[in-house]
């Protein structure tokens, strides 16, 4: 495996070979290992994966957890090993941000509501900096998770907005067992909250069972949800909302290709997890 601690070694990569880009922060898990197999499976025998790992100030707001978020250097080096990465590409952060930037990307429409109402600026900075690794390694496709569903369809539209020539490829939720979404974030969790995030999957799964019984009443499924979180006496609800999967849009009736999203703390640590209707 590779690692290209700086901006200009990445960018000197002379690229004979299809790339397969997952971006990362880091803290690796096994839904990470997932994206790293799809990518693996869609680069084919002769192409290369490249992992970046870069936690990325910009889509912090003041205040979160950006000085807290797990950096474990070694393990996902090894973690990045094991798994056959071709490529890790992790530069620091004074490489990537010129301390008087002045240039961002921005989508203006999908990221104006759910995670981009509740956490202002923070698709800015994604969409700046997935531009960034797209300009910098020059992918020919990209691996996201469904689980970050906003996320996925804010790089979908800048990528077509900005004629990127690079596929992005969707990777569906990966779970523990208990169908708590895997995330780097998790490791926040005290031992009760660990235990009362399971309430998540549960709420979906009843606003999913509702939808599949055949109830349309968006007011109604999110009635139910935010009553099953609010059994766990440590959830607190951010959001939670039954949106047009294409266009982020609230709606109120169920229709087909519809999406029940959420955000809920426990204690200082937020969650997401989403989920289609049937
Ligand atoms: P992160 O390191 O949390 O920024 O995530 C890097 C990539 O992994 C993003 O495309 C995420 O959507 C994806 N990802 C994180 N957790 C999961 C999960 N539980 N299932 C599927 N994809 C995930």
């Known amino acids: 495996m590779e690692i290209l601690t700086t901006v200009a070694t990445a960018r000197s990569l002379v690229k004979n070979k299809p790339l397969v880009l997952v971006p990362t922060m880091g803290a690796l898990h096994k839904a990470h290992l997932q994206l790293i197999r799809i990518a693996r499976a869609h680069a084919g025998p002769d192409g290369e994966v490249a992992v970046s790992i870069f936690v990325n100030p910009l889509q912090f707001e003041p205040g979160s957890d950006y000085q807290r978020y797990p950096r474990p250097e070694k393990a996902d080096e090894d973690f990045c090993r094991d798994a056959g990465v071709d490529l890790l590409f992790r530069p620091p952060v004074g490489d990537m941000y010129f301390d008087d930037r002045s240039t ?26 997935v531009a960034k690794l797209f300009n910098i390694l020059a992918p020919d496709a990209a691996v996201f998770g469904e689980k970050d569903f906003q996320q996925l369809a804010i790089v979908r539209r800048m990528v077509r907005d900005l004629n990127f020539n690079i596929d992005i490829i969707a990777v569906p939720t990966i779970r523990e067992d208990d169908g708590l979404a895997c995330s780097s974030r998790n490791q926040y ?7 009362q995030a399971t309430v998540l999957r549960k709420a979906l ?6 939808a599949g019984d055949g109830e349309k009443s968006a007011a109604r499924i999110v009635s139910a949800v935010r009553e099953t979180i609010e059994q766990a006496a440590l959830a607190r609800i951010d959001y939670a909302d039954l949106v047009d999967a294409e266009s982020l849009q609230s709606i109120e009736v169920v229709r087909p290709n519809s999406l029940l999203a959420l955000a809920v703390f426990f204690g200082k640590t937020r969650l997401i997890d989403n989920i289609r209707l049937p």
Not at 104 to 121: A, D, H, P, Q
Not at 205 to 210: L, R
């Open 205 to 210: 799964m009843k606003g999913a069972a509702m």
């Open 104 to 129: 961002f990307v921005e989508e203006t429409s999908l990221s104006s509501v759910l995670e981009g109402k509740s956490r202002l600026g923070h698709f800015r900075g994604v969409c700046t900096v």
């Open 189 to 195: 969790l005290n031992v009760e909250e660990r235990k």
